[in-house]
């Protein structure tokens, strides 16, 4: 357990001088659009077979 909190900080201490500040946000921000319009355009396929299934 202890190896694993060593390289989580080592980790931690790398992104942090990596990576500025907004840099992540954005990353972040992006990540989640993607993940936001990968699930939108499944529930409208979805909705649209089950409106397909229903119709016959």
């Known amino acids: 357990m202890k190896n694993i ?5 080592a980790l ?3 992104l942090t001088f990596t990576m500025s500040s907004c ?7 992006e990540a989640g659009m993607w993940t936001a319009l990968i ?3 499944l529930i ?4 649209s077979w089950l409106f397909r299934k229903f119709r016959r």
Do not use: A, H
């Open 23 to 29: 840099e992540l946000v954005g990353d972040i921000f």
């Open 12 to 14: 931690l201490v790398l």
């Open 5 to 9: 909190r060593t390289y989580l900080m």
């Open 44 to 47: 409208v396929v979805l909705i």
């Open 39 to 41: 699930i939108i355009v």
